[in-house]
């Protein structure tokens, strides 16, 4: 018996129903092209959060862009996927606050 477990949906695809011999039938092709296209979609969402985050330090080395216009939607992209950079924008996102505040008062 045939089972597909999809990682990004925590789903376990199994065969829908017995054939008439007993055995059972095959994973519908849409559930695994529904599990497919989730695992590319997270693949293109780190590829283009990486791509941002590496123009972006060249932004910041080469006097021709802002690097900071690329390197700040590439770690929003990034931090989905991975805790430290979640917790660096979390950082950011507090001290940010704070002088806001203490330039307010």
């Not at 055995?23 to 979609?41: K, S």
Request: glycine share 6%; with cysteine; charged share 20%.
């Amino acid at each position: 018996m045939p089972v597909v477990t999809c990682r990004s949906t925590r789903a376990t695809l199994k065969p829908k129903r017995r054939l008439a011999t007993g055995a059972q039938d095959t994973i519908l092709p849409h559930e695994v092209q529904v599990c497919m296209t989730r695992y590319a979609r997270h693949a293109a969402r780190i590829l283009t959060g990486f791509a941002l985050v590496f123009i972006g330090i060249a932004g910041l080395l080469l006097p021709i862009m802002p690097g900071w216009v690329f390197i700040i939607p590439g770690l929003v992209l990034l931090a989905d996927y991975f805790p430290p950079i979640r917790r660096l924008l979390d950082w950011a996102k507090q001290k940010l606050e704070e002088n806001h505040a203490r330039l307010r008062n």
